[in-house]
């Protein structure tokens, strides 16, 4: 069993849970994830490590109540725990001497963003973090962002805080006002990974997107992270979940994604209505 030590309301639906995991927390690295399971009759659900403490022996993961299984992890609270928590998975990120870095994230993202925003301004690059939320009550961490970066430009879609528009559109500006960019790392919705790609495309500026395809075994073993890249298959948990989005066959990664959509509102039908 897994204990909550810490849990956090960040913004409305977004939690931030700090799980005791000694071993974990000794091992994670930037754009690692785990997969956990509330109880035995839970399904199997993939979360990013969003920070890691070795001293305290715990990892923080932050999450959007999304469905069925976020929505009951929600419901959670300090002293419980979970019964399966299995990680660190995935490749970590690419971090190296780059020159300018942009960390792009939307949404629950912008909580697991910044150890790599961190880590990339520790190996000295220059790091700027474009935040994109939906509106002023959706932003959480500033003050731990602007820590990660040398510059932080937030943004909202309803212009209540920060500059007004979506984070590609923002990114557009920046190249044509100009600005170099020598790497792109992008989380959040696949929509705006895609746009953001396609925007750096002409550049030839490499812009890693972190897939979040959907995952059960998070191992490998189970073909349903599935995805195409560079013309070849690749399984986003264990070739990734990063991977350069000039070279992702979006269409397919789209399709895959919405597979189980009448599934998922019959799943939060049955446990809350
Ligand atoms: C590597 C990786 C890291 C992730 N990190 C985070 C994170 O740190 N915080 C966070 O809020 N979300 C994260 N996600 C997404 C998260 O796993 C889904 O939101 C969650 O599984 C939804 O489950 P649900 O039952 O609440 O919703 P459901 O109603 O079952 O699904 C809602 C949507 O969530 C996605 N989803 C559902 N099941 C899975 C699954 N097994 N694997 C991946 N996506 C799924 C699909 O897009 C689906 O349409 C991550 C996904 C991946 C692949
Ligand atoms: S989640 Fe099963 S192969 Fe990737």
Redesign the pocket.
């Given at each position: 069993m897994y204990k909550i030590i810490l849990k956090q309301k960040l913004a409305p639906k977004i939690h931030l849970l700090k799980i005791k995991e000694p071993i974990l927390a000794k091992k994670s690295q930037p754009g690692q994830?785990v997969v956990l399971k509330i109880d035995e009759e839970g399904?199997?659900?993939?979360?990013?490590i969003?920070d890691w403490d070795e001293n305290e022996g715990s990892i923080d993961?932050?999450?959007?109540e999304?469905?069925?299984?976020?929505?009951k992890l929600a419901l959670l609270n300090e002293g419980d725990s979970i019964v399966s928590l299995a990680g660190p998975l995935?490749l970590p990120t690419q971090i190296e001497k780059f020159g300018h870095v942009v960390c792009i994230a939307a949404g629950?993202a912008a909580g697991?963003i910044i150890p790599i925003a961190k880590a990339m301004k520790q190996k000295g690059n220059k790091v700027t973090s474009l935040i994109w939320q939906k509106n002023k009550k959706m932003v959480f961490w500033e003050n731990r962002l602007a820590g990660a970066s040398d510059r932080l430009i937030i943004a909202t879609e309803d212009g209540s805080y920060g500059q007004k528009g979506p984070a590609p559109m923002i990114l557009k500006k920046m190249l044509e006002n100009g600005d170099t960019i020598d790497r792109i790392n992008v989380m959040g919705p696949g929509p705006m990974l895609k746009a953001c790609s396609d925007i750096t495309s002409p550049y030839g500026i490499k812009t890693i997107v972190s897939l979040?395809?959907?995952?059960?075994d998070g191992i490998g073993m189970c073909g349903s992270c599935r995805v195409s890249v560079g013309g070849k298959t690749k399984f986003?948990c264990v070739d990734g979940?990063d991977f350069d989005g000039h070279q992702v066959d979006w269409k397919l990664f789209s399709a895959r994604?919405?597979i189980?959509?009448n599934e998922?509102k019959i799943?939060?039908e049955q446990h809350f209505s």
């Open positions: 994830f399904e199997r659900i993939p979360l990013n969003a993961v932050v999450f959007f999304k469905g069925a299984t976020t929505l995935g629950v697991f979040h395809s959907i995952m059960i986003a979940p994604n919405n189980y959509k998922e799943a939060v």
